[in-house]
């Protein structure tokens, strides 16, 4: 029996039982389409992942922070954290953590290892890191010619490049160096600019700002002390220079008031000058600098709705400001105050190379003792879900299809049983046992075949339909951002391949038994069968 025969064979067994043969291919579809479909999803969601998270020039930042130095408990008097009860030690330790802290609160902090330029220098050596921005942040006032009062404005130097959306009017700095300012459109209402078409004409305006301890000068703690807490942006320009006048004048004149000289040595002590807070504590010095710049750009304020749509990713400072320099003139600016002097930075925006090993700069930053923030954690995540996921659904995909193997076990084992008669007329005429196993084994081959290209059709089918309804769901739930991936079934030509040849291979090895039962019936009994 040449191979032809045995083919034209086994397609008429299969052909004789068309129901329980239709039934069993049924199985074999279902089983097929289910591991196609599972596989070919799991594929799509990786790369999904892959294209979402890579595709995203976020994706390729590393947000680095100075981390806060551990307290020095060899510098605690013993008796300031000595756990006083009878408890357990695990209380007892976080009690004693508990203690260390408030004393430490009510200490000057140690000074942070902020990340000078050598620091930054060194970062930007680590292999795929294509550039690193800083940027220099404080509290200011924004003064403008004919304004009375000044807006009260967070002022934000450094590389303003993913301001440009933003702009309603004018342009970013025309070089890093200009003595130009892009403000908010708030900054500009507060200073008297309310039309839209007085937007364009404060172009080209020039500004003053302020910039550090506006808060703590002692003209506006003596305001504070004749006025109470009031707020100082509701303090005019004349007013602050008359504080200020009556600041330095006062110590000269204590004598022009009914106080004795205990009382006006008293009052003078109150009216000499602070100590400058150390550099641990800038927030507490009364310092400011200030310069003249020209407006070139103005900038919507971001809304309650766009802010919570900002990611940890995103420059909170650009979210936050108010005003904004280019990098270099912040920076002449801000090193005018004594805690800038250093050059140092609490924070840095590393972008690393698209397509470049982003784990690894992580992990070298961190090994120089900062700590980071990335998209490496989450993309990782997502990418451990999306594999659980997908084995999930591969699992019960080869459950479909073991129970269509043991279908066709059955199918092809109640076949030798009514076909005993024709195996022992075959056996009669001359063909041999590897003969006759090797029809039934045709069969299981034939049922792998037909099943599974019928499963791969319905699995591409359904894939069509549910890549459109999947992707909806998907686009609901990313807040108006753009999706990058076209699809989220991925049928590679490899996925056609082996599913057909590992249904095949299920089918064949389930009629095996059966064939085998077949090969041992001897022709006489065969023949008297029946």
């Known amino acids: 029996m040449n191979p032809i025969q045995l083919l034209k064979f086994a397609l008429g067994g299969l052909w004789r039982q068309k129901v329980r043969t239709a039934l069993t291919l049924i199985g074999v579809t279902v089983g097929t389409c289910a591991l196609a479909f599972s596989i070919a999803l799991g594929l ?5 992942i892959d294209t979402e998270f890579q595709g995203r020039d976020d994706f390729w930042r590393v947000l680095v922070r ?12 013993p008796e300031k954290v000595a756990v006083q009860g009878a408890m357990s030690d695990e209380r007892r330790a976080r009690i004693r953590e508990g203690l260390v802290d408030r004393y430490q609160n009510k200490k000057a902090p140690k000074a942070l290892s902020l990340l000078t330029r050598e620091k930054l220098d060194t970062i930007a050596t680590i292999p795929g890191v294509s550039e690193v921005r800083t940027f220099r942040t404080g509290e200011g006032r924004l003064w403008a010619g004919a304004a009375e009062k000044p807006a009260p404005v967070f002022v934000t130097s450094g590389r303003l490049d993913d301001l440009a959306p933003r702009l309603i009017a004018g342009r970013l700095p025309s070089s890093p160096e200009a003595d130009e300012i892009v403000v908010s459109e708030f900054a500009l209402y507060l200073l008297g600019v309310h039309d839209d078409a007085d937007l364009a004409s404060a172009l080209g305006r020039p500004v003053r700002l302020e910039v550090g301890g506006v808060r703590n000068s002692s003209s506006l703690a003596l305001a504070r002390a004749l006025l109470g807490q009031r707020p100082p942006e509701e303090l005019t320009l004349s007013q602050l220079l008359v504080l200020e006048k009556l600041r330095t004048n006062l110590p000269n004149k204590l004598g022009a008031f009914n106080l004795s000289a205990a009382e006006q040595a008293e009052l003078k002590k109150l009216l000499e000058p602070p100590a400058e807070p150390t550099d641990e504590r800038p927030g507490e010095s009364g310092k400011t600098a200030t310069a003249t710049f020209r407006i070139c750009g ?13 990611t940890p990713l995103d420059a909170w400072e650009l ?15 801000f090193q005018q105050l004594p805690w800038h002097k250093d050059g140092g930075f609490m924070s840095a925006d590393v972008r690393v190379t698209p397509g470049g090993d982003l784990p690894t700069v992580v992990k070298r930053v961190e090994d120089l003792g900062f700590r980071t923030h990335s998209g490496a954690k989450w993309f990782a995540a997502a990418k451990r879900e999306v594999t659980l996921i997908a084995a999930g659904l591969n699992l019960f995909a080869f459950i479909a299809l073991f129970v269509a193997a043991v279908g066709i076990t059955n199918t092809l084992v109640t076949s030798v049983v009514e076909r005993t008669k024709e195996i022992g007329v075959l056996r009669a005429v001359g063909a041999t046992r590897g003969q006759v196993m090797g029809l039934f084994l045709s069969e299981g081959a034939l049922i792998g075949v037909f099943g599974a290209v019928a499963g791969l059709a319905l699995a591409r089918g359904l894939a ?21 991936s076209t699809t989220i079934f991925v049928f590679p030509a490899w996925l056609w391949v082996s599913s057909v040849a590992f249904a095949v291979g299920v089918t064949t090895l389930a009629a095996l038994y059966p064939a085998r039962r077949a090969a041992q019936i001897h022709p006489i009994e065969a023949l008297r069968y029946g």
């Open 298 to 310: 103005v900038v919507s304020r971001l809304t309650r709705v766009e802010r919570k749509k900002l």
């Open 464 to 484: 069509a339909w549910a890549d459109g309804w999947v992707q909806g769901l998907i686009a609901g739930q990313m807040d108006g951002q753009k999706m990058l």
């Open 66 to 77: 100075v981390d806060e130095p551990p307290p020095d408990e060899s510098t605690i008097p």
């Open 44 to 48: 799509g969601l990786r790369a999904f």
């Open 319 to 333: 979210g936050q400001g108010d005003a904004f320099l280019p990098p270099a003139t912040g920076d002449r600016l």
